[in-house]
T-cell receptor
Framework: NAGVTQTPKFRVLKTGQSMTLLCAQDMNHEYMYWYRQDPGMGLRLIHY???????AKGEVPDGYNVSRLKKQNFLLGLESAAPSQTSVYFC??????????FGPGTRLTVL | EDQVTQSPEALRLQEGESSSLNCSYT??????LFWYRQDPGKGPEFLFT???AGEEKEKERLKATLTKKESFLHITAPKPEDSATYLCAVHPQRTYKYIFGTGTRLKVLA
């Protein structure tokens, strides 16, 4: 039982490049979330999904897109990366009793 | 506006020196309050869920309590391995979202 996994763990992009972050969970959870974590700002919600085929905007969605084609996977895309998107990205899935389980994170640097 | 504030931002304790971390919140209605531990370079790790005022949960040296306005994470006789950032989050009613505080960085010195 791997829980929540994220790939890649680290990535360096140049401004304007695109990339996709992959999140996978093996706990059969319906709800999944993407957060970014920046120093002094805590975890901020980017997008979330309440089930396969659904997505919704969170607090800071601009510049990001998501897809939830399969229940176990939640993809976060950056179409044209900007330096302001340098951050640590965490994926989480939510259990029926509402606690969230987080992945190990992806550290992204945009030059 | 739903909001979570954690204090202090940072705390240094000697091994065995008990203390408490505070999480103050304002929400239109509370579905749950959550405590997480985060080690450097890792994702947050779930510790406790509290649903209603007066509820308490314990795990080893940690005890979480909840009132209508705040939650406390009490650390009894801490050890160096308790050093981490502790995050508090609330889940308001009528939303799927969670609101996180900025955390308390705890350092326990041997």
């Amino acid at each position: 039982n791997a829980g929540v996994t994220q790939t890649p763990k680290f990535r360096v992009l140049k401004t304007g490049q695109s990339m996709t972050l992959l999140c996978a969970q093996d706990m059969n959870h319906e709800y999944m979330y993407w957060y970014r974590q920046d120093p002094g700002m805590g975890l901020r919600l980017i997008h979330y999904s309440v089930g396969e085929g659904t997505t919704a905007k969170g607090e800071v969605p601009d510049g990001y897109n998501v897809s939830r084609l399969k229940k176990q996977n939640f993809l976060l895309g950056l179409e044209s990366a900007a330096p302001s998107q340098t951050s640590v990205y965490f994926c989480a899935s939510r259990s029926g009793t509402r606690e969230q389980f987080f992945g190990p994170g992806t550290r992204l640097t945009v030059l | 506006e739903d909001q979570v504030t954690q204090s202090p931002e940072a705390l240094r304790l000697q091994e065995g020196e008990s203390s408490s971390l505070n999480c103050s919140y304002t929400v239109s209605g509370l579905r749950g309050l959550f405590w997480y531990r985060q080690d450097p370079g890792k994702g947050p790790e779930f510790l406790f869920t509290l649903y209603s005022a007066g509820e308490e949960k314990e795990k080893e040296r940690l005890k979480a309590t909840l009132t209508k306005k705040e939650s406390f994470l009490h650390i009894t006789a801490p050890k160096p391995e308790d050093s981490a950032t502790y995050l508090c989050a609330v889940h308001p009613q009528r939303t799927y979202k969670y609101i996180f505080g900025t955390g308390t960085r705890l350092k326990v010195l041997a």
